[in-house]
């Protein structure tokens, strides 16, 4: 079966912040991307697997504590990410707790006011 999710756009202020913050929260680098007149931030991903961007977004959308809640992979390192939250501008709402079967998150406020969930399959 495929994933269901197969991209995500992710609403920012500053998108060098934005880049910056989620480069130390991600396992790899948040690449700055764009073309003649438009740029973005592309989310660390490998060959056709799911993934997403950073974009400044236009008056039909910004920024949000509400609505959907991403889940980003912080597998093997969601302490490290927790703090990497910290240390760039985010602030943590939900501090690292058990979902039941299904592992483990943080829900964080990213540089830009984004509510995420950071997650892993074990702490």
Same mark, same amino acid.
């Given at each position: 079966?495929? !994933? /269901?999710?197969?991209? @995500? +756009?992710? #609403? @920012? =202020?500053?998108? +060098?912040?934005?880049?910056? &913050?989620?480069?130390? @929260?991600?396992? *790899?680098?948040?690449?700055?991307?764009?073309?003649?007149? &438009? &740029? &973005?931030?592309?989310?660390?991903?490998? %060959?056709?697997?799911?993934? *997403?961007?950073?974009?400044?977004?236009?008056? %039909? !959308? $910004?920024?949000?504590?509400?609505?959907?809640?991403?889940?980003? !992979? $912080?597998?093997?390192?969601?302490?490290?990410? @927790?703090?990497?939250? /910290? %240390?760039?501008?985010?602030?943590?709402? /939900? $501090? =690292?707790?058990?979902?039941?079967?299904?592992?483990?998150?943080?829900? =964080?406020?990213?540089?830009?006011? !984004?509510?995420? $969930?950071?997650?892993? #399959?074990? =702490?």
């Amino acid at each position: 079966m495929s !994933n /269901q999710f197969v991209w @995500v +756009d992710i #609403p @920012v =202020v500053d998108l +060098d912040r934005a880049i910056a &913050f989620y480069s130390s @929260v991600l396992t *790899g680098t948040v690449s700055r991307e764009g073309g003649p007149g &438009f &740029f &973005f931030g592309l989310l660390p991903h490998a %060959d056709h697997g799911v993934s *997403g961007c950073l974009y400044q977004p236009g008056p %039909d !959308n $910004a920024p949000s504590r509400h609505g959907p809640l991403i889940y980003l !992979n $912080a597998t093997g390192r969601l302490r490290e990410a @927790v703090q990497a939250v /910290q %240390d760039h501008g985010g602030s943590v709402i /939900q $501090a =690292v707790h058990q979902i039941g079967e299904h592992g483990w998150r943080a829900i =964080v406020i990213d540089s830009e006011g !984004n509510r995420i $969930a950071l997650h892993a #399959p074990t =702490v």
